[in-house]
């Protein structure tokens, strides 16, 4: 996706560097393969490693995707000790080694806390520039609100995906807008089910139980969303979901990566501020502010013991 212009843009040529453990290197060679058979006009170069401070030279964009992933049974939390040296290390090497300006997208289980990890391990580059991606759960959410009200996907926007990429996530379907026949109404008008519009939730674990294997294609699908808005822009009025250093709005406790609705431009987010949060909302955001903070306690102990 990345490599035939979903991210960048039709006219934006291209160097891959891809970056797996030592012993994944046969398979590595297997996709580089597969990239060159794939006859992309985009991708002028390919740079498959074993070391960070090869795959993060120079880098504009890092997608941080290499880590373990959830089996059926476990919560993103139990990922936490086996995950969480992987974004020190490489918050490191994208310090010493990436472009200053470079935008890096974690994916990573957990995502949140792994991007917060990876900017405090990267003195030297903004934290603004770390995010998380709660895009998926975005696009869950607005995939099942179109199906109930009978519209394509594309026709429904700015649902929020409140905290963390967690079970304790709040996906708030309250400010988003359904296009039916050209005219744009509150998703809650096209529903008419409150009940419904609280029950849209966070649905990973339900892949996993029906794959055996966490989300993959619409991980893939989501972080390039997450990147090509980042990039290119958000549409005028209409917000999309990070997961952003906090800087407290909306009661969300600071310095935690916290997942607010924000408008992108050139290159930049911001947090759409102003809002209505009711108090079934404020409850939520306080739920899974709270998991964030314990989070970064753990992840800390893990990484100092
Ligand atoms: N935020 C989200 O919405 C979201 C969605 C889907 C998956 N995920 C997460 O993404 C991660 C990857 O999931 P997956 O299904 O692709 O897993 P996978 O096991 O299929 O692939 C992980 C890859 O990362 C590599 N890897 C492991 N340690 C590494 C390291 N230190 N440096 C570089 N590469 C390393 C592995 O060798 C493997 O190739 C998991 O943590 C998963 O939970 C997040
Ligand atoms: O749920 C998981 O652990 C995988 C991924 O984060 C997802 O949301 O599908």
Redesign the pocket.
């Given at each position: 996706m990345v490599a035939k212009g979903d991210v960048f843009g039709p006219n934006q040529p291209l160097i891959l560097h891809l970056?797996?453990?030592p012993?994944?290197m046969g398979?590595?060679e297997g996709v580089v393969m597969e990239l060159a058979d794939c006859a992309l006009p985009l991708l002028h170069g390919v740079v498959p490693t074993?070391d960070?401070a090869v795959?993060f030279k120079d880098v504009s964009a890092a997608f941080l995707?290499?880590?373990?992933?959830?089996k059926q049974g476990m919560e993103?939390k139990d990922?936490l000790s086996a995950?969480v040296k992987?974004f020190k290390?490489?918050g490191e090497a994208l310090d010493k080694h990436a472009k200053k300006d470079v935008k890096v997208l974690?994916?990573?289980?957990?995502?949140n806390t792994n991007a917060l990890v990876c900017s405090k391990y990267a003195p030297s580059i903004p934290k603004e520039n770390f995010t998380?991606?709660?895009?998926?759960?975005q696009n869950r959410a607005q995939a099942q609100i179109a199906q109930k009200v009978g519209v394509p996907v594309g026709n429904v926007t700015n649902v929020i995906i409140w905290g963390n990429?967690s079970s304790t996530q709040f996906p708030d379907a309250s400010h988003a807008l359904v296009n039916i026949s050209g005219k744009e109404v509150k998703a809650t008008e096209a529903v008419k089910d409150d009940n419904w519009m609280r029950s849209v939730s966070f649905s990973?674990a339900a892949v996993i139980a029906a794959r055996k294997?966490?989300?993959?294609m619409?991980?893939a699908k989501?972080?390039c969303d997450h990147m090509r808005d980042w990039f290119l822009g958000t549409v005028p009025d209409k917000f999309v979901s990070m997961g952003v250093i906090s800087d407290g709005s909306y009661g969300a406790p600071k310095d935690v990566v916290f997942s607010f609705p924000v408008a992108t431009k050139a290159g930049k987010w911001q947090i759409v501020q102003g809002l209505p949060v009711d108090d079934f909302a404020k409850k939520m955001l306080a739920a899974t502010g709270k998991e964030l903070e314990e989070e970064k306690s753990e992840a800390m102990s893990v990484i100092e013991a």
């Amino acid at each position: 996706m990345v490599a035939k212009g979903d991210v960048f843009g039709p006219n934006q040529p291209l160097i891959l560097h891809l970056l797996d453990i030592p012993p994944m290197m046969g398979v590595l060679e297997g996709v580089v393969m597969e990239l060159a058979d794939c006859a992309l006009p985009l991708l002028h170069g390919v740079v498959p490693t074993d070391d960070p401070a090869v795959a993060f030279k120079d880098v504009s964009a890092a997608f941080l995707v290499g880590a373990m992933p959830r089996k059926q049974g476990m919560e993103r939390k139990d990922l936490l000790s086996a995950n969480v040296k992987i974004f020190k290390v490489q918050g490191e090497a994208l310090d010493k080694h990436a472009k200053k300006d470079v935008k890096v997208l974690v994916v990573g289980n957990p995502a949140n806390t792994n991007a917060l990890v990876c900017s405090k391990y990267a003195p030297s580059i903004p934290k603004e520039n770390f995010t998380a991606m709660t895009r998926l759960d975005q696009n869950r959410a607005q995939a099942q609100i179109a199906q109930k009200v009978g519209v394509p996907v594309g026709n429904v926007t700015n649902v929020i995906i409140w905290g963390n990429h967690s079970s304790t996530q709040f996906p708030d379907a309250s400010h988003a807008l359904v296009n039916i026949s050209g005219k744009e109404v509150k998703a809650t008008e096209a529903v008419k089910d409150d009940n419904w519009m609280r029950s849209v939730s966070f649905s990973g674990a339900a892949v996993i139980a029906a794959r055996k294997m966490s989300s993959a294609m619409s991980a893939a699908k989501a972080a390039c969303d997450h990147m090509r808005d980042w990039f290119l822009g958000t549409v005028p009025d209409k917000f999309v979901s990070m997961g952003v250093i906090s800087d407290g709005s909306y009661g969300a406790p600071k310095d935690v990566v916290f997942s607010f609705p924000v408008a992108t431009k050139a290159g930049k987010w911001q947090i759409v501020q102003g809002l209505p949060v009711d108090d079934f909302a404020k409850k939520m955001l306080a739920a899974t502010g709270k998991e964030l903070e314990e989070e970064k306690s753990e992840a800390m102990s893990v990484i100092e013991a």
